[in-house]
């Protein structure tokens, strides 16, 4: 039971955190700020999500995995009272901020919460159940949020409000959630000495640990794309509904959540291999799709992109899971997520800048093009392993 309470409030949580992504053309027009704005409101929720793993993602391990994952709700539920009652960029920046902090401590906390249950429920049984849901709760909670909030923006009277107040209540319905799941860490005697985010890997398996950390780098920085600029580039393509907007996002995720599940019993070699192969195919599509204004055709690029991350995502925290030593899974999997939002953040802050001074579609030609080929090197670092 508490197994799939944790998962539900993963998942709840990380949909929270990509609400605001179909609103920006609506905070656009009630405050009159461009693009690259959004990208600043974006960034600074990339800088939460990586300040809160660098400083306590890993405390978990020694604190708790329930005494850590209260607080990353609490944020969370603080972020949206702030969405709730405010639409100026400070009130933005300052709810982004909450929720990245929230997100930051949550990740790679519920993870190894998620790891934990199952390994305690099923001694000996192979954590594919685990990795799977963890990721798919992840990744699905990202489009699940989008698709939400899009729908409740076209056919609600308040669309900067009525989205938050709903989250606002079931995030208070997850924080009941955890209360209820039992804890799974001892906390060890005497408390180690707090000190911040080290990555904790036996120095031979680090080699391979860095390689699953650039693929998760490369991975999130597709996904910042669609979660932060796809309403600019929808723009470019002369479309303006929420729904649309919410929609292209969900279909990158919702395909990585799905192809994680149909390829789960795949190896992690395979995993990495196929997945970051398919994501250069993805960015010729999407780049494809921009440069002709084909609006079916970016919805494609998105899912092929999608598919592709979260098969190659899977792998990659499989990859870490397995390198990983039991008392330190917190540890180790926060390494992994600081590559991954770090990704999240710079790329696309660069992106945004450059849509500033270039057209869109040249700058997704250069981002797409960049990605595709360092994907294919990771492949092919990952294919001669």
């Known amino acids: 039971m508490g197994f799939w309470l944790v998962a539900a409030t ?18 656009q027009q009630a405050d009159g700020f461009g693009p690259f704005v959004v990208t600043v409101v ?5 800088v939460g999500v990586l300040t809160a793993l660098f400083l306590a993602g890993h405390l978990s391990d020694w604190l708790g995995r329930r005494t850590v994952l209260l607080p990353a709700i609490v944020l969370s539920v603080a972020s949206a009272l702030v969405f709730a009652s405010w639409t100026s960029v400070p009130a933005l920046l300052v709810a982004r901020l909450l929720s990245g902090l929230s997100v930051g401590l949550l990740t790679a906390t519920a993870t190894a919460y998620l790891d934990d249950l199952h390994r305690k429920a099923r001694p000996g049984a192979s954590s594919v159940r685990a990795n799977v849901v ?40 997850g924080v009941l959630a955890v209360v209820l799941a039992p804890e799974t860490v001892e906390r060890p005697e005497p408390r180690p000495r707090y000190r911040p985010q080290r990555v904790s890997v036996p120095d031979r398996a680090r080699p391979a640990f860095f390689a699953a950390a650039g693929a998760a780098l490369l991975i999130f920085a597709v996904f910042g794309l669609f979660t932060s600029l ?24 919702g395909s990585a959540a799905l192809a994680q599940i149909l390829l789960a019993r795949l190896s992690t070699r395979t995993h990495l291999i196929a997945g970051l192969g398919f994501l250069a195919v993805g960015m ?58 770090l990704g999240l953040s710079v790329p696309v802050l660069g992106l945004g800048l450059a849509a500033q001074t270039v057209p869109v579609r040249d700058a997704v030609l250069v981002f797409a093009g960049l990605v595709a080929v360092l994907a294919v090197l990771l492949a092919r670092r990952f294919a001669r392993r």
């Open 10 to 27: 993963f998942t709840l949580t990380m949909a929270f955190s990509t609400v605001p992504t179909p609103l920006y053309p609506l905070y």
């Open 42 to 46: 974006f960034a600074t929720y990339a």
């Open 134 to 173: 963890a990721t798919g709760a992840n990744l699905g909670g990202l489009g699940l949020g989008t698709l939400v909030s899009g729908l409740l923006a076209e056919h609600t009277q308040a669309p900067l409000h009525t989205p938050y107040l709903i989250f606002l209540g079931l995030l208070v319905l």
């Open 230 to 253: 796809t309403p600019v580039v929808l723009k470019d393509l002369h479309v303006a509904s929420p729904t649309v907007t919410g929609l292209a996002a969900f279909l990158v995720f």
């Open 284 to 341: 010729a599509v999407l780049t494809t799709a921009v440069w002709t204004a084909d609006l079916p055709l970016f919805l494609v690029g998105g899912v092929v992109s999608g598919a592709a991350a979260g098969t190659a995502f899977k792998g990659s925290v499989s990859t870490v899971l397995s390198l990983a030593v039991p008392e330190r899974r917190g540890e180790t999997l926060t390494g992994l997520f600081l590559a991954a939002y």
